[in-house]
């Protein structure tokens, strides 16, 4: 037994450890659809921008190609750049507004500091980037080094964590009452 910074004194058996809150991770399908809900909405508004501004932009002329004859490189680098960017906006933009794209909120997950409260932009970003331009080396690499937070690589790089939302009986049996500040 050892004592904390309070004089409590603390086991060091795990087995025994209290813990003072509790988050809950999102699951890896929760974020995969919550991806491909946001992926959707964006390419749709991708597409009409490239259209409205006579740019040649289809989803599958751009991305990462992996050729025998001419190595690894992107296809279309102006396309993806542009894309990608708009994607990293948007996910900036409502994750550091909320913690929620639309498609974190159709399945109610959120993204969050490591303690459960609200991300800051700077964090914000680092996760985004790795989502918005690096999406499939983020994942391998966060799967084989997985955590027990669920992180991809950016998530763990910028102190960040996907939790869901637990809704409260309180909440199923509609007993709160709102009322208006005049």
Known sequence: MSDNKNGDSISSNNSEQKYSREIVLAKWEDRFVAWL???????IIINVLFFIFSAEYSFPSWGIYIDGENGVGIKQPYEYIIAS???FLYWVVLEFLSGQTIGKRVVHIKTTNLFGERANIMNIAIETFGKSFLLPIDIVL??????????RIFNKVSGTIVTKLKKTEDDENDSIKYIKDY
Request: charged fraction near 20%; glycine fraction near 4%.
């Open 85 to 87: 960017s708009i994607f």
């Open 142 to 151: 966060g799967l084989i080094f997985s955590s027990k937070r669920r992180q």
């Open 37 to 43: 809900i946001d992926f959707v909405i964006i390419s």
